[in-house]
């Protein structure tokens, strides 16, 4: 099982360098960069200038807003760069983000990131082959690539594509288009990916002919943990607030509708709706958080991550601790070793 470490959006550029030297001596595998206020590529390539082992990957880099061909070169400069350490992740947002936010024209998510994923691959293909670029979709007609413009081929594999989702049509286009799947936290619960999740993926993988070994899936999910008994009681508070915020999102209740909680995602978001925010955390009750996500301190965390996940995925995410120390080190370590869904297949 590969483990990635996630980062908060609200870390200064400034900062970065030094973040992910930190988690790469922690032992992760990956850092997943986000993008909210930082510009994930600009996140990305301080990372991998600080660090030689860690492969960084955007989680989730916006599309829409930027033309295919410059995420496609921007990649293509980190991952020469890292010597083959970069992934690119894509996501649509969405309409008022696209609209009010980037000032972008609003069409189908799903078949736009479908012509988009085209375009990038299509140019990652021309730029390590040479052939021509020719790109004939229904949102990018795109045909011109001068050798002057060409980077030409990289001296190992290329970036690696992940695309994340929620909903299904989004999941299938993982499984058709993707190397990556990763989950949103309100949704990476086992329940959801054997229901969901992973059917959905699959029929993507089948109708564009391709294996389960060509899809890695990665989960984001939150998890209540700290070293001690007390300190996961201080997580426990700390995440009824979260997912209370979370979970009032109507696009995000996949999870709630699978055990039956309808109710509980519209009184979240009638609570949001009337700006009553401080009390969303009142009706995570313990009996829903024990139900959705894992607890344990970092000593019993990597048997509670085996029990829902060992086999199912393929990645975890876990967030690095502010009081790291070697026990920390060590649930890294076993977690590592945990049956991932390839090998388990």
Do not use: C
Not at 212 to 234: L, N, R
Not at 303 to 315: E, Q, T
């Amino acid at each position: 099982m590969k483990v990635i470490a996630g980062m908060s959006d609200r870390i200064p550029l400034s900062e970065i360098g030094q973040y992910a030297q930190l988690v790469e001596s922690l032992g992760y595998d990956i850092l997943h960069v986000p993008e909210t206020i930082h510009d994930s590529m600009a996140v990305a390539l301080l990372a991998l200038e600080h660090t030689t082992t860690l492969r960084v990957q955007t989680s989730l880099t916006l599309a829409f807003p930027r033309s295919p061909m410059l995420l496609a070169l921007q990649s293509w400069d980190l991952s020469q760069m890292s010597g083959g350490r970069f992934d690119l992740g894509l996501a649509t947002q969405i309409k008022q983000n696209i609209e009010g936010r980037f000032g972008i024209p609003w069409t189908s998510p799903i078949r736009k990131m479908n012509d988009y994923v085209i375009a990038v691959r299509t140019a990652w293909n021309s730029f390590a082959t040479g052939e021509p670029f020719n790109v004939d979709t229904e949102n990018y007609r795109m045909n011109r690539l001068q050798p002057f413009f060409n980077p030409g081929p990289l001296p190992h594999a290329g970036p690696q594509l992940l695309l994340g989702g929620v909903n299904d049509n989004a999941i299938r286009l993982a499984g058709e288009a993707a190397d990556w799947f990763v989950t949103h936290p309100t949704n990476s619960h086992p329940r959801f990916l054997r229901d969901r999740a992973l059917p959905y993926l699959n029929e993507g993988l089948r109708t564009a002919q391709r294996n389960p070994q060509d899809v890695q899936v990665a989960i984001a999910i939150p998890y209540i943990t700290g070293p001690t008994e007390s300190t996961v009681d201080q997580s426990r508070e700390s995440q009824r607030a979260v997912l209370g915020f979370l979970y009032s999102t109507p696009a995000y209740r996949r999870t709630l509708e699978l055990f039956g909680w309808d109710d509980l995602g519209a009184q979240l978001q009638f609570m949001t709706r009337s700006g009553d925010w401080s009390q969303l955390g009142s009706l995570m009750t313990d009996e829903v958080l024990d139900a959705l996500i894992p607890a344990g301190t970092w000593d019993h965390l990597p048997a509670v991550i085996n029990d829902w996940f060992g086999g199912l995925v393929d990645a975890v995410l876990i967030q690095p601790s502010d009081d790291y120390d070697e026990e920390f080190v060590q649930l890294i370590q076993r977690v590592k070793l945990i049956e991932s869904r390839l090998n388990a297949a």
